[in-house]
C-alpha cells in the first residue's frame, strides 16, 4: 500500500498562475482533507470531503477550489496564485465511521512557493 | 471557535528523562484528542487518541491524559530516546483542528 500519495513534491508559481494539486489513497477511505503548514501557525484545514460525492470549506477557504474525483483522488485548485499561499500543503484521509472519525493518514506534503 | 494551544514551542531533554506535554483546549471538551509526530520534511504520524471519558492511554512509552476539567491534555514521552526527537502535535475534531505543536529535542 502506498497510503496517501501527493503531487508535484515541489512546485514555484509566480503571481497569478493557476495550478492543481493532486492527492490519492489507497486505503477505500471515504473521508479526505486538505491541509497548509505555516511556521508557527499548525495545519489548517482547507477543504474536507466527508465522502464522495460531497466538499465543504474548512478554516481558510478562500482562494482555493477542491474536486473529489472519485473515492480515491481529492484535488486542490489554486486558480489565481498570491504569494500568501505560499505554503507546505498537506492531504490526508481517514475512515468515517458511525459519525467519529478516527486517526488520519498524512500525505508527504507538496512545497509551494509563489514569487 | 474551538482553539487549540500547546505551551511550548520547544522542549529540550536528557536521554533517558520524560518529555511532558501540554495541550490545552478552549469552550467545549471535545469527544477526544489526538496526538501526531512529524519530522521534519514529513507529514505528521498517529500516534494515540484518547476520548473524553477515558483518564489515561498508554502506547509502548507514550502516555497521554485527558482532563476535562482543566481542559487539558498531556502527552509523556518516558525514557526518552534521541529517535524521539521531532515535533509532536496535538489535535481535536473530526475535522482536525491543530495546535501549533512542541518540537521535542532529546540529547545523548
Known amino acids: 500500500n502506498a497510503g496517501v500519495t501527493q503531487t508535484p513534491k515541489f512546485q514555484v508559481l509566480k503571481t497569478g498562475q493557476s495550478m492543481t494539486l493532486q492527492c490519492a489513497q489507497d486505503?477505500?477511505?471515504?473521508?479526505m482533507y486538505w491541509y497548509r503548514q505555516d511556521p508557527g501557525m499548525g495545519l489548517r484545514l482547507i477543504y474536507y470531503?466527508?465522502?464522495?460525492?460531497?466538499?465543504d470549506k474548512g478554516e481558510v477557504p478562500n482562494g482555493y477550489n477542491v474536486s473529489r474525483l472519485n473515492k480515491r483522488e481529492f484535488s486542490l485548485r489554486l486558480e489565481s496564485a498570491a504569494p500568501s499561499q505560499t505554503s507546505v500543503y498537506f492531504c490526508a484521509s481517514s475512515d468515517w465511521q458511525q459519525g467519529a472519525t478516527y486517526e488520519q493518514y498524512f500525505g508527504p506534503g507538496t512545497r509551494l512557493t509563489v514569487t | 471557535s474551538q482553539k487549540i494551544e500547546q505551551n511550548s514551542e520547544a522542549l529540550n531533554i536528557q536521554e533517558g528523562k520524560t518529555a511532558t506535554l501540554t495541550c490545552n483546549y478552549t469552550?467545549?471538551?471535545?469527544?477526544?484528542l489526538q496526538w501526531y509526530r512529524q519530522d521534519p520534511g514529513r507529514g505528521p504520524v498517529f500516534l494515540l487518541l484518547?476520548?473524553?471519558?477515558?483518564k489515561e492511554k498508554r502506547k509502548e512509552r507514550l502516555k497521554v491524559t485527558f482532563d476535562t476539567t482543566l481542559k487539558q491534555s498531556l502527552f509523556h514521552i518516558t525514557a526518552s530516546q534521541p529517535a524521539d526527537s521531532a515535533t509532536y502535535l496535538c489535535a481535536r475534531g473530526y475535522k482536525l483542528s491543530f495546535g501549533a505543536g512542541t518540537t521535542v529535542t532529546v540529547r545523548a
Open positions: 484518547i476520548r473524553e471519558n477515558e
Open positions: 469552550n467545549y471538551s471535545p469527544a477526544y
Open positions: 486505503m477505500n477511505h471515504n473521508s
Open positions: 470531503s466527508a465522502s464522495e460525492g460531497t466538499t
